[in-house]
């Protein structure tokens, strides 16, 4: 059965893309394949702008804040992209991504070792 139509975008962002032939035309980050209903949902949970930066290093701040802000500015589209996953994942009997709320999943990084609270280095000049 073919996935329904998304609705039409209303503000455009220079670092997201929505191409038919890239992940079933959901909106995308320019230069990837990352979803930005992904982006959208852990932001969303409350996952920090800064650990999205380090799970997506080749996108930086710039493209995941691009994303984020189209989400907001289209959030009518990326809502009906998210149901639209959710029921792709329903008519496959595949597990649903969303079950556990998505504060309760870690993005784990192996340099996320518990450190004692210190001052920054200083600068050099």
Do not use: C
């Not at 852990?42 to 996108?59: C, D, F, K, Q, S």
């Not at 804040?65 to 792709?88: G, S, T, V």
């Amino acid at each position: 059965m073919p996935l329904p139509p998304l609705p039409r975008v209303l503000v455009p962002h220079p670092h997201v893309r929505i191409d038919e032939s890239t992940l079933s035309g959901s909106p995308h980050v320019a230069g990837s394949k990352v979803p930005v209903r992904r982006l959208w949902a852990w932001h969303r949970g409350g996952t920090a702008i800064e650990t999205l930066v380090r799970r997506y290093p080749n996108l930086g701040p710039g493209k995941i804040l691009d994303a984020l802000a189209f989400a907001y500015d289209n959030i009518d589209l990326i809502q009906a992209d998210l149901d639209r996953e959710q029921k792709m994942f329903e008519e496959r009997g595949k597990p649903d991504p969303l079950a556990r709320p998505l504060s309760q999943l870690a993005l784990p990084f192996a340099h996320d070792e518990q450190r004692p609270a210190s001052k920054p280095p200083a600068r050099r000049r």
